[in-house]
């Protein structure tokens, strides 16, 4: 009699061990990335294509349909009002690189997303974590700045240019961002602490056709009283 009673325990453990194992079988989204970036600052392409990782602890799990959100902040995500963009439900297997077909997106905006997939067992995930991305300057009319050049400077002189201006801020800072680029290779400062770990900034571009610029988020370095600085050399 005892011999049967203890197995009779064990059957039932397993048997409980093995449904506990079934119902904590998940799947869901991870790794959102907008144009392969991850939040990424200044962003300045007109419709950028997002992806998404499917994680699962089932096997042979496969995406059948999605659906895609957009807004202004995490809030609006949630309670899902004044969406900037929704696909609804798509019926496509695509995770990678889908395109952004919403309204137009304006210029210095933070856009928040999500996604949500149906598998090929007929089951729906839960909405993942929001990502973001961040627009650059999208209209030509917003480049208001000018180069800055040295003075006193002759072709022959290779040495090193350090750029510095002194600026005081009145008002609470909520955001601050630097865009940067330069005819050569440059770091910049801002309060004496370089603003990024960059190296090799603008990049390699033909000059006498194309520049590419950077965007730094520079919130936390401001104060009320300032100073930018860059050091820039020559070019390629």
């Given amino acids: 009699m005892e011999i049967n009673i203890r197995f009779t325990r064990f059957t039932i453990l397993v048997l409980l061990i093995h449904i506990s194992g079934v119902s904590f079988a998940k799947t869901s989204i991870t790794g959102l990335r907008c144009e ?94 929001p990502a973001w991305w961040e627009t650059a300057l999208l209209e030509p009319s917003l480049w208001k700045a000018d180069w800055i050049f040295a003075t006193g400077k002759t072709p022959g002189d290779h040495r090193p240019v350090y750029f510095r201006k002194e600026f005081s801020i009145n008002k609470k800072i909520r955001s601050a961002r630097l865009y940067i680029s330069s005819l050569g290779l440059y770091q910049a400062f801002i309060n004496g602490v370089k603003v990024s770990a960059d190296l090799f900034t603008p990049g390699w571009t033909s000059f006498n056709k194309r520049i590419q610029y950077q965007t730094y988020d520079i919130t936390n370095y401001l104060g009320s009283q300032n100073a930018i600085g860059a050091i820039v050399g020559d070019g390629w």
Avoid: H
């Avoid at 809030?75 to 952004?100: A, F, H, I, M, P």
């Fill in 36 to 129: 392969y970036l991850c939040n990424p600052l200044g962003m300045n392409v007109a419709n950028p294509r997002l992806s998404w990782l499917i994680e699962s602890s089932e096997a042979n799990v496969n995406q059948t349909a999605c659906e895609i959100r957009v807004a202004t902040s995490v809030e609006l995500l949630r309670t899902q009002r004044n969406l900037v963009w929704s696909t609804g439900k798509v019926n496509s297997d695509q995770s990678v690189n889908l395109e952004y077909k919403g309204p137009s997106l304006e210029s210095k905006t933070r856009y928040f997303w999500q996604v949500r997939i149906w598998d090929n067992k007929g089951k729906s995930t839960d909405w993942s974590t």
